[in-house]
C-alpha cells in the first residue's frame, strides 16, 4: 500500500465518494415509494420503462432456455445477456437484477469522468463534473432506479472511450490502441446504433491529427484500429482484426506499413456500410416524414411513429437546459467553461462529439440530451476550479468549491426529489397478465398498443403484433384499425393481421434456403390483404370488411388488451389509420375529448379548455359552439366489481356523446365514431357482439377479451 501514490488514493477516493453519492440518489425513490403495493408484484418492485421488459424477455428466456421461432425474444442482446449472467452468480431475484442494475451500471460514469479530469491534472474537477453528472436531470431520468435499458451504459461506455483515446493521444502507448478497440467493440456489442458516435471520435481525431499532429506515426495507428474496430460486421469478425493489428503494431517490421493500413480500413468502412447506417438515423430522428410510402406494389402512405414519440419530438431550450444542466444558467455557464477549458486543455476538443449529439436534442428529440450531460459538468466545473484557485486562502478555497458545487446540484436533487414516475404496470394490471399466461398458449397472440407490447409479451408470454421495437406506419396501420374502428369490421382485421403476420414468418423462414432470385418478396400485411381479396385499392379492401367476407384458417387464438390507461393516448393510436393510404391524405379527425380536471356549478359542469356541460339544456359548449348531445353515459363498478352504466338518450340527431366513468372521475365528449369504436366499446362500456368476442378477464385496470373467430 505505501507503494501507491497519494494522487493514486485521492484518484480512487474521489470516484468512491462520487458512486457513493449516486447511489444514494438514485435510492430515493425507492424510499418514497416503499411498501406501495401497487408497484410491486410478487413482492418486488417492478420496473418503469416499457422497453425493459424486451431485455427482461430475453433474460427470461435465457435462464429457461426455453424460446421459440419467431417469438422476437432478444435472447442474444448484451442486455439480455449481461442482465442473464448476473441472475445466474448473484443471489438476489430477477426483479430485484432488474430494478437496481440501473442504479449501479448507470452510476460507473463518474469512474472516466474522475479518469478524464486525472489527465489533466485537475483532480478537483473530475470530482465536481462526476457529482453533476450523475445526477443531472436527463441523465438520472434513464439511469434511476427501475429504468432498466440501455441507457444505463450508453453513455458510460463513450467516456471510457473518450478516456482511452485521450490517454492514447497524451501517451501514444500500445495499451490504449487495445483499450480504444475494444471499448469500440464493447460498446457497439451493447449498443448497436452507436455507430455515429464512433465515428464522430474518429473523425475529430482525423481532424486533430491533420491541423496539430500530422507526422506522429501513433495516430494512424489508433485511426487505424479504431476503423476497423467500427466496421459494419459481425463483431466475431473485427475481435480478431483488432487483436491482430494489435499485434502487428508493436512489433517494429510493420511500422512501414501503417499508412497502407490505415488506408484499408478507411477502404473497408466505406464497403462494409459506410455513412449508411449514421444517415438512417438522421432520416428517423432529424430529417421526420409525417407520412411515409412504400417503394413498390401499391405505393402506400402510412404515418410514421417519429411523429408521435415524446422522445422524438422537439423540446423548448428551457427544457433542453434544464436536462443537460438542471438549470439555464448552469448550462450557459457549462458552455462558457468548457470552451475555456478547451482553451487550457486542448485535449478535451475530443469531447465535441458527445455534446454535438447531446445538442441534436433541440431537433431530434429529449432522448439526446444525456450525451452532453458529462462534458458541461466538466465546463460548470472547470469554472468552480478556476475560480477557487484564485481566493486569498485555502480555506475559502474549499468553501468556494463546496458553496458553487451545491448551488449547482441543488435544482438536479430537486428533480429527483419531484420525479415519482410510476411503474409500467400496476399491480392489477400485472395480475391480469399473469393470469393470462395460464389460460393463453405461447403461440396465441395478444393485440393491443405497442406502448404495451413488451410487458405483454413479457408477463403473459405469448406473441404480439407490435412493441416498442417492431411499431413502423405499416404494422401499426392494423392495430389502429383494430382499436379504433367497430367491432364486426375491427374482428376481422384482427384475425388477418395475426394470420398474415404468421404466413409472413413462414415466407422469411423459406427464403433463408433460396437463392436471392427466387425468394419471395414480402409486402405490408395490408397490401398482400388487398391483393389476395382481389382489390386494387385498399380502401376498396377495408370497405369490404362491413361485409361477409371468408377470412384465413384460424391457427391460434387472439386476445384483445385494453388498459384504461390507453384512454389517454387514444387519439394517437386512432392517427395511424385515420388515413388514405392510397395517398397519404388525413381523413377528418374524430372528436375525443377526456377531461379529469372538471368543476360543476350551479348550471354547468365545466371540464376545462373552454368544454362545458350545460345542465338544464343538456348541450355542450366547444370553444364556443354549442354542440347537442346524442346521449349521456354514466359508468360505475358495484360492490361485486361489475360494472353497471345508465344510458339515457336525449337527442337522436346530435353530433356527440357524453360519457362520465364515476369510478375513475373522467368525463369524455366523443363523437359517434369513436363512441361506436372497439376500445370505448367493450374497455369503458363492455359492450361487445357475444359472437365475436368472448370476456376472459377484467377489473377496472384493464379488461382482456378472446377473439371467437
Known sequence: MNNISSQTKLTVGYILIALAFSVAMRLIWVYQFSGYEPYMFNGQFMINTNDGYYWAEGARDILSGVSQDNDLSPIITATSILTAFFAYIFPFSFETIMFYMPVVLGSLVVIPIVLIAKSIDNLELGFIAALLASIAWSYYNRTMVGYYDTDMLNVVLPMFLLWSIILAIQTNENKYLLITALDILVYRWWYPQSYALEFSFFGLILLYTLVWDRKNLYNYKLLAIMMFAMLNIDG????????????????????????????????????????????????????????????????????????????????????????????????????????????????????????????????????????????????????????????????????????????????????????????????????????????????????????????????????????????????????????????????????????????????????????????????????????????????????SLSTEIKLPKKTRDIYLFLPFKMLGIYPTVKVFSNLNLMNGKQKREPFFYMSRNFNETQNTIELGSGVSLSKAQGIINIGGEKVGVKRIVTTYYDKRGTLQKNITMTNYNAPVSLIYMSTYKTFLVVDEQTYNSLYIQLMVLEEYDRNLFEQVLTNPHVKVYKLKI
Open 236 to 543: 466475431f469478425i473485427r475481435f480478431p482484426i483488432v487483436i491482430g493489428l494489435f499485434y502487428a503494431f508493436k512489433q517494429e517490421k510493420f511500422q512501414k506499413y501503417i499508412y497502407p493500413i490505415f488506408a484499408i480500413s478507411v477502404v473497408a468502412f466505406f464497403t462494409t456500410g459506410g455513412f449508411n447506417p449514421i444517415w438512417s438515423k438522421l432520416k428517423a430522428y432529424v430529417f421526420k416524414d409525417a407520412i411515409v410510402a412504400t417503394k413498390d406494389g401499391l405505393n402506400l402512405h402510412f404515418y410514421s411513429v417519429m411523429q408521435t414519440v415524446r422522445e422524438a419530438g422537439q423540446i423548448s431550450f428551457e427544457r433542453f437546459a434544464n436536462r443537460i444542466s438542471g438549470h439555464i444558467i448552469t448550462l450557459l455557464l457549462s458552455v462558457v467553461g468548457y470552451i475555456y477549458l478547451v482553451y487550457k486543455h486542448r485535449i478535451m476538443i475530443l469531447g465535441l462529439p458527445m455534446i454535438g449529439l447531446g445538442f441534436l436534442a433541440l431537433t431530434g428529440g429529449l432522448r439526446f440530451t444525456i450525451y452532453a450531460v458529462p462534458l458541461m459538468a466538466f465546463g460548470v466545473a472547470f469554472l468552480i476550479t478556476e475560480l477557487s484557485v484564485k481566493m486569498p486562502t485555502k480555506k475559502l478555497k474549499y468553501l468556494s468549491i463546496i458553496a458553487f458545487t451545491l448551488a449547482i446540484l441543488y435544482p438536479n436533487y430537486k428533480h429527483i426529489d419531484a420525479y415519482k414516475v410510476p411503474t409500467v404496470f400496476n399491480v392489477d394490471e400485472v395480475k391480469v397478465l399473469n393470469k393470462l399466461k395460464i389460460i393463453a398458449d405461447r403461440e396465441d397472440y395478444v393485440v393491443s398498443w405497442w406502448d404495451y407490447g413488451f410487458p405483454i409479451r413479457y408477463y403473459a408470454d405469448v406473441k404480439t403484433l407490435i412493441d416498442g421495437g417492431k411499431h413502423s406506419g405499416s404494422v401499426n396501420f392494423p392495430v389502429s384499425y383494430v382499436l379504433t374502428n367497430p367491432s364486426h369490421k375491427a374482428a376481422k382485421m384482427a384475425r388477418l393481421d395475426v394470420e398474415y403476420t404468421e404466413k409472413a414468418f413462414d415466407i422469411r423462414e423459406k427464403n433463408k434456403h433460396l437463392e436471392e432470385s427466387k425468394r419471395v418478396r414480402l409486402k405490408t400485411n395490408i397490401e398482400e390483404m388487398t391483393k389476395d381479396y382481389g382489390f386494387k385499392d385498399t380502401n376498396d379492401f377495408l370497405a
